[in-house]
């Protein structure tokens, strides 16, 4: 048998997407062709109408012109000083390409075979862009189009460019193809329109989106790792860059080497990691940055060889001059000593211990702020000794007091602690410096063993880091001082999914649920619950409970999220015998990645069960063993359909290959007795369903098909 070709040629059909990833390119064509000093619309059926008069008449006109065009009763038209043009769609539908403002002698001459003659040359050369800028392997735009964007003038906005590196596991060819075909599915449901995604070659992509459409580089690229992780991905790193409009010192070939170079900064850091190059690149203004080398150098002759003392850092507008700040007797510590520079304060006070420390601080607040009118203040303090901290270590420490101060805003004042650590850790979990977050959570936890944030952080670190041992531990440890922490259970819960503990993740996140589910501080968690629950039950094959949650969280989330669920939705629906219902979301699941072998498998399926054409059932699950030979459940969906268009021995052949722990053997069993019954040998079949009667559980699914089976052979 021969192995299918894995690349496909890419359509020559348009479709709606089309005209919004070509929009500039597809413009540029109209321009080349019609005289025109308007604007070009690309405008579909569900689209609003742009308004190009202000004259109701023309307004009308206009718009019953291009209705006239969209049902199809015809194909081009000139109205007032707009030319109209209908592109037919892979879907069937329409799409009008209107021109606004053409040159007037073309709309007094224009002949209606001129407009169709042009209208057919844009059809032919929008297939011939689509064609030039898409990649084969993946289905997404490809290097040349990547590039062309980069070295062009028309950015106008601030532009993030994201390197995502999914590498596969194993050495075969054809794992590399189907991971960049998961990949772009994957990338594609988290992301909308507003993202332009490119597979650069060997499962590296780019995304580029304007800076304005995300709320942070950095929170976007963490929320894509942690999306890319449940989806199962090998490694996962990411590395980002910003290009930025009207500053020529910045060009796109300087954005693609910044993002380059934060990218191998991310593999370096663990298995699912990701880098911003302005943290590499502005480490000066990092708000965990080392004190100066002359400032430790004072620090160290004030400190000398102390046994204990205290360190204040200060923080506000109008500070006064340090000298104010030193001998501060009227506060009570006539031998306090200022030091620092232009970006940093800090007090010296010798012999105090951290209680001590924070009253005098909280005196020094009172005092900056009355009398000499400081605005915006935040105090750090740190003592010395603290647990096994060295002597250097109280500044930084001072550091991440200050941080933990600006939490509770102006006109306070923070004693370092383990609290302080955890939000150390999460500046640079944010960062996507995981092995430095670890560091901080477990210096937090040397602190106070029983921060149950510290230690959920710490855990969501060491998955992560694939350390996963560790963090089920760290989640447990949650459990066991707070049985009803549902961001422990949730996490939990997710590092059953890894394992492929489909129960035990089951029985976790219904935990969390009924503990976040009425909570404002969980709602986030729960609504991702929602979608985990309906896949684990789903993956269960508990069909109703799927299709609960699922819906649930359809009707909560957004249009750009809402496809990671279609193909659970079409398989729950198919599950419970309504395979018109799940057509329909496998097919809006297709649209997002032709290449998924497992919906190919389960759209022909459900093709063939609701009786809509045996001939397009078998090529779609034919296809989809194409694509994955060796996945036995694909040959089970395959030969099932066989049977049904009258091919039995083909059947029986892929029935041979049928095995492995997804495989239920008394399913397999009873297929080959139906193959049999097809070709006329009774006695092969009946053998094949007397053998699954053994095996069945009475009353069961299997069992009442075996009877059936069973009574029809006698």
């Known amino acids: 048998m021969l192995d299918s070709f894995p690349f496909s040629p890419i359509s020559d059909n348009l479709e709606r997407e089309d005209f919004v990833r070509f929009a500039n390119r597809y413009s540029q064509l109209l321009a080349a062709q019609i005289p025109s000093t308007g604007n070009v619309y690309f405008v579909g059926k569900s689209e609003p109408f742009p308004k190009i008069y202000t004259d109701p008449a023309k307004g009308k006109k206009l718009q019953a012109c291009y209705a006239r065009l969209l049902s199809g009763e015809m194909t081009s038209d000139i109205v007032e000083d707009c030319c109209l043009f209908a592109i037919p769609l892979i879907d069937g539908s329409r799409l009008v390409v209107l021109i606004s403002e053409l040159d007037r002698l073309l ?148 954005a693609l080497n910044e993002a380059w170079t934060a990218l191998q900064t ?97 005196k020094l607040l009172v005092e900056l702020q009355d009398h000499y009118g400081v605005t915006d203040l935040f105090i750090g303090v740190s003592v010395f000794p603290t647990h096994n901290f060295s002597r250097s270590d109280t500044l930084i420490n001072a550091q991440k007091a200050l941080l933990h101060a600006e939490f509770f805003g102006a006109g306070n004042s923070v004693l370092f602690d383990a609290v302080s650590l955890n939000i150390s850790g999460d500046i640079y979990f944010s960062d996507g410096d995981l092995p430095r977050a670890v560091r901080e959570y477990l210096a937090g936890l040397a602190l106070d063993a029983s921060d149950v944030n510290l230690l959920n952080s710490l855990g969501v670190s060491y998955a992560l880091l694939n350390k996963n041992t560790l963090a089920r531990k760290a989640f447990d440890t949650v459990i066991e001082i707070d049985n009803h922490n549902h961001m422990a259970l949730y996490n939990l819960g997710l590092g059953a999914q890894t394992r492929g503990d489909l129960f035990d993740a089951l029985d976790c996140f219904n935990q969390a649920y009924s503990l976040c589910h009425t909570s404002d501080e969980g709602r986030e968690i ?104 060796e996945d036995a459940v694909l040959r089970t969906r395959l030969a099932r359909v066989q049977i049904q268009s009258g091919l039995a021995d083909e059947a029986l052949l892929n029935l041979k290959r049928c095995r492995g722990k997804r495989i239920n053997p008394i399913e397999v069993q009873l297929l080959k007795a139906s193959a049999y019954s097809k070709l006329q040998n009774s006695g092969r079949a009946g053998y094949w369903v007397k053998r699954a009667l053994t095996q069945c559980e009475a009353g069961s699914d299997l069992y009442k098909e075996a009877k059936a089976l069973l009574k029809i052979l006698e």
């Open 526 to 629: 729960c609504h991702d619950l929602r979608l985990q629950l309906g896949i684990l039950y789903c993956q269960t094959s508990d069909f109703v409970k799927s299709l609960e949650y699922l819906n649930e969280w359809l009707a909560e989330s957004t249009s750009g999220q809402q496809a990671r669920a279609f193909r659970y939705l079409g398989e729950s629906y198919l599950g419970i015998g309504q395979p018109g219902e799940a057509m329909v979301w496998l097919e809006k699941a297709l649209q997002k990645n032709q290449f998924d072998h497992e919906l190919l498998s389960l759209l022909g399926t459900a093709i063939c069960k609701a009786g809509e054409g045996d001939e397009i059932a078998l090529s779609l699950c034919a296809k989809s063993v194409d694509l994955a030979p």
């Open 266 to 362: 991310a593999r370096k850091r663990g298995p699912f990691s990701f880098c911003d190059y302005s943290i590499l690149s502005n480490t000066d203004d990092h708000p965990l940055r080392i004190s100066s080398p002359d400032v430790r150098k004072e620090f160290r002759r004030i400190s000398g060889k102390a046994d204990n003392f205290c360190i204040l850092k200060i923080k506000g507008t109008n500070l006064p001059d340090q000298e104010l700040l030193s001998g501060a007797d009227g506060l009570g510590h006539q031998n306090a000593i200022s030091f620092g520079d232009k970006d940093e304060v800090f007090v010296y006070l010798p012999e105090l211990n951290g209680e001590n420390g924070l009253d005098f601080s909280k």
């Open 107 to 254: 709309v007094e001459r224009a002949a209606s075979q001129w407009l169709e003659e042009i209208r057919e040359k844009l059809i032919r050369e929008c297939v011939q862009i689509k064609q030039a800028f898409t990649d084969t392997e993946s289905g997404l735009l490809n290097s040349t189009h990547l590039f062309s964007v980069m070295q062009s003038q028309s950015i106008h906005a601030d532009v993030a460019v994201i390197l995502v590196d999914l590498p596969f596991r194993g050495k075969a060819g054809k794992d590399s193809f189907r991971n960049a075909q998961k990949a772009a599915s994957s990338l594609k449901s988290f992301t909308d329109s507003r993202y332009m995604i490119h597979h650069v070659g060997q499962c590296v992509f780019a995304l580029l989106v304007r800076v304005s459409d995300i709320s942070s580089i950095e929170q976007f690229s963490s929320g894509l790792v942690h999306l890319l992780k449940k989806e199962r991905f090998y490694r996962v790193h990411i590395g980002s860059s910003k290009l930025v409009s009207g500053d020529d010192s910045t060009s796109g070939e300087t």
